[in-house]
């Protein structure tokens, strides 16, 4: 562990947070709101990679548990108008009480049919939310009464720190034991089972915490939007995202996926004079990595690094 | 009068639903890949029927044509810009291979689907039917259009079968499904085997795209839909198992009918999820899967 406190890895992560914290000093609102939302996301596409990148599951749905998260949170706040620290709390609670039960039916299948399950209870979710208007606020989403705060700089910061403590503990997850035998199970789960391992045990553990930083990160960004909609927060189109951020930035580096996820938002704002082509771009961009740098971003940069 | 106006809309639903999943599943049996441009390519089959009749001003069979055309050439495209290079890459661990096929042909679709919408808008389009007017059947007012549709779907899937199990090239395919190593062994090349097979796809995917543009019209917005329905139906009906997906895309196609008919169009979709869901912890194959 000590090795790690030394590492470069550890030192530029250190330093590109500094760096980051210290934006709201020099840039406008506008790119601040973006790089919140950016971040967030990150957090998405970082619990995804932990799910898929070392258990080895193609998880068709993170939106499901996204969107359980932030629906919960909103819903909670909009009926009852709790606190927004309690909500938020009490969104990733349903976050990983939903990760669970989605769990312990797609856990007994594998690969495609995983995928399957995991994407049907994205849809289930949509109709849901969809049909119960009243409790949801339907298509045209659902108003949230609080925000944390409206100063664009400390939605900022704690977007920041989030992501940070996330990827800390994410990949410090990734890193230790379980995450090696995570990552055995995924790899070779007959032999990983014949070695001694509880596979089941693992891959549910991995599920819980992915959906819990999924369902955390969902409720702050709807506190921070003011509103939970199906475009945001459940759509397909936005798990897609999510597995696109992840595949670019690297599987199974955990901290790529937030890089993914940066450089896909930042670049679909760069994109916007494009029009409707910038969606085409984007993912003309991401067919183009996963055909030839099937390690992503970060996979290429630290391949070269262990080369040299 | 309700029950049997199911019956036919049902029937025709049904119909399209098991055309466009056979291509589907065939594919994943022959080479395991699962195509997640599915819809984008059926939309463009109807798209590129659309846009012929409407702006070259094409009679309805040509265009037909040209959309069938359209969905083989993408098949192919499909096949030789992201599948085979997925395929053949040394970079990508074996055992990843399958995921990043699906992450590839869903980007795919999903390019597929932005052209479509850049050139052609997000409006939804109808095809001109090939056959106009209205039957009686029995007390129940059906356009000849429907009756067209679900007649043109089961002799397309009658071509099928006879080409798999009564000719050389289509007994080649079935034994690739089977036995892969086996096939290459007795001197079949695998890769034209792969060939045949999405040239398959590529006219059964065209066709129900076309059909389904003519029945029910299509927009870029039905491509995600239609690649989930198709996926569901298939995996259903087993992965691979074509019977399976026929019975799957019958269960569904009726389920969905049911429900909008007696319920509410809106929960149209709920319960065949909740059935998929329902299969896949008793039974995870499928009803005809193969362990």
Request: proline letters at 3%; hydrophobic letters at 60%; glycine letters at 12%.
């Amino acid at each position: 562990m000590t090795d790690f406190f030394k590492s470069r890895l550890f030192l530029v992560s250190i330093l590109v947070i500094a760096i980051a914290a210290t934006l709201p000093l020099y840039v406008s609102g506008y790119v601040l709101g973006l790089l919140t939302v950016a971040y967030y996301f990150g957090v998405f596409a970082m619990a995804w990679d932990l799910l898929f990148g070392f258990a080895g599951e193609v998880n068709f749905g993170p939106t499901f548990l996204i969107g359980v998260g932030a629906y919960t949170a909103g819903i909670l706040n909009n009926q009852y108008g709790w606190s927004v620290y309690l909500c938020i709390f009490l969104g990733a609670m349903a976050a990983v009480i939903a990760g669970f039960v989605l769990a312990l039916p797609a856990l007994r299948v594998r690969g495609p049919y995983f995928g399957l399950t995991t994407l049907v209870a994205v849809l289930m979710l949509q109709n849901f939310v969809v049909v119960f208007a009243e409790l949801t606020g339907g298509e045209i989403g659902l108003t949230i009464p609080d925000v944390i705060t409206i100063s664009a700089n400390i939605n900022y910061w704690i977007a920041l720190g989030f992501m940070a403590i996330s990827g800390a503990i994410l990949y410090g997850l990734s890193q230790s034991p379980v995450g090696l035998v995570l990552q055995a199970s995924g790899q070779d789960p007959v032999q990983a089972g014949a070695l001694g391992f509880n596979i089941v045990k693992h891959k549910l553990f991995a599920f819980i915490v992915s959906a819990f930083f999924s369902g955390l990160s969902g409720a702050l960004l709807v506190f921070y939007f003011g509103t939970a909609s199906v475009g945001t927060v459940v759509d397909v189109a936005v798990g897609v995202n999510v597995i696109v951020a992840a595949v670019l930035g690297g599987r199974r580096t955990v901290l790529g996926a937030a890089l993914g996820a940066i450089f896909l938002i930042v670049a679909g704002e760069f994109l916007r004079p494009t029009g409707e082509l910038a969606t085409f771009i984007v993912s003309f961009v991401a067919l183009l990595v996963v055909l030839f740098f099937p390690g992503g971003f970060l996979g290429a940069a630290l391949s070269r690094e262990a080369r040299s | 009068m309700l029950a049997l106006q199911i019956l036919i809309d049902g029937f025709a639903v049904s119909a399209l639903y098991a055309l466009g999943a056979t291509g589907f599943t065939l594919i994943f049996g022959v080479s395991g890949v699962l195509n997640l441009s599915h819809g984008a390519i059926m939309v463009l089959a109807a798209v590129a029927a659309w846009a012929a009749a409407s702006m070259l001003h094409t009679d309805t069979y040509t265009g037909a044509l040209i959309g069938v055309a359209f969905a083989l050439i993408a098949a192919f495209a499909t096949y030789f810009a992201v599948v085979q290079p997925i395929q053949k890459s040394k970079r990508i661990p074996n055992e990843e291979k399958e995921i990043f096929v699906l992450t590839g042909t869903l980007l795919w679709g999903i390019m597929i689907q932005e052209l479509i919408a850049y050139f052609f808008t997000n409006n939804a389009k109808t095809v001109l039917p090939i056959v106009e007017g209205v039957v009686d059947i029995f007390g129940v007012r059906t356009p000849r259009n429907e009756i067209f549709t679900a007649i043109v779907c089961w002799l397309v899937i009658g071509l099928l079968w006879f080409l798999v199990n009564r000719t050389r090239t289509g007994k080649a395919v079935l034994a690739a499904s089977m036995n892969p190593r086996g096939v290459t062994l007795l001197g079949l090349e695998l890769n034209n085997i792969y060939l045949v097979v999405w040239a398959i796809y590529g006219v059964l995917a065209g066709i129900a795209g076309v059909l389904l543009g003519m029945f029910l019209g299509v927009s870029s917005y039905s491509v995600g839909p239609l690649t989930a329905s198709a996926f569901s139906i298939v995996v259903l009906g087993g992965l691979g198992s074509v019977s399976g997906s026929l019975i799957a895309a019958f269960v569904v196609g009726y389920l969905e009918t049911v429900t909008a008919y007696l319920i509410s169009p809106a929960y149209r979709t709920i319960p065949a999820l909740l059935l998929l869901v329902f299969v896949m912890y008793i039974r995870p194959q499928g009803l005809l899967g193969r362990r």
